[in-house]
């Protein structure tokens, strides 16, 4: 048991925040129960949607390679974006729209291939 830095009554050494005053103790663990804790997810899966959206606008054929690594960026952003999104993380909009990006230019080049 610890004594709260705000009001001086005793709580528990782990609280976030003092259940009497509402005083925030461990600012950081506040803020990552607050965020989720895991924002890499939405900006992962929104800027593989942006590099899938740029490769687009390349005049040159796609090359057997190319399509591949297009391929594997787009399920990548698809995949991290609905963890993201299915789990609550911070970023969920950054999710989403990495995988509006990532699901049209997959669209899109399935169409220019055939």
Request: aromatic fraction near 8%; glycine fraction near 10%; proline fraction near 2%.
């Given at each position: 048991m610890i004594f709260c830095r705000y009001c001086g009554k005793q709580i528990h050494e782990s609280a976030p925040s003092c259940p009497q005053c509402g005083g925030v103790l461990h600012p950081q663990l506040a803020a990552s129960a607050a965020d989720g804790g895991q924002?890499?997810?939405?900006?992962?899966?929104?800027?593989?949607?942006?590099?899938?959206?740029?490769?687009?606008?390349?005049?040159?054929?796609?090359?057997k390679d190319t399509t591949i690594g297009f391929v594997m960026f787009a399920a990548v952003a698809?995949?991290?974006?609905?963890?993201?999104?299915?789990?609550?993380?911070?970023?969920?909009?950054m999710a989403i729209a990495g995988i509006v990006l990532s699901s049209i230019a997959l669209l899109a080049m399935i169409g220019l291939r055939t």
């Open positions: 924002i890499w997810l939405g900006i992962t899966s929104l800027i593989l949607g942006i590099i899938c959206t740029l490769i687009l606008f390349d005049d040159k054929p796609m090359d698809i995949v991290s974006g609905s963890v993201a999104i299915k789990n609550h993380f911070a970023g969920r909009k």
